[in-house]
């Protein structure tokens, strides 16, 4: 959305579209693309899930519907070792990755925000 607004020549408002880049200065070859330390990813369809990640670790979560607000985490793997997400190596009900599990549904939402 960042690039389209730059496109047109637009502005956007402070923390709008938190979940944007503006990418035209990398296709213009005028600076180098920006590292993200998470980012999400939205679904499609009706499944209203969404993913989220943190270098090799990627979280599914479930969005509620009515308040689209996150409802709870339905999966957690490390994608250096598990890049096919086979559920029998789901880290969701690992009680070592609570932290994580929590880190990174906080940012999701951080990120999601629009204010």
């Known amino acids: 959305m960042a690039t389209l607004v730059a496109l047109t020549g637009g502005k956007l408002k402070n923390n709008r579209i938190n979940d944007s880049f503006n990418l035209l200065p990398l296709f213009k070859g005028e600076k ?7 980012y999400p990813i939205q679904g499609a369809g009706n499944n209203h899930q969404v ?10 979560l479930r969005i509620d519907k009515k308040t689209e607000k996150v409802s709870d985490a339905t999966g957690l ?3 250096e070792i598990n890049p096919y997400e086979k559920e029998d190596d789901n880290l969701i009900k690992d009680p070592n990755q609570k932290e994580r599990i929590e880190r990174m549904t906080k940012k999701y939402s951080e990120i999601r925000e629009i204010q």
């Open 77 to 79: 793997f490390n994608m």
């Open 32 to 38: 180098k693309s920006e590292s993200r330390e998470y």
């Open 51 to 60: 993913c989220i990640y943190e270098n090799e670790w990627k979280l599914i």
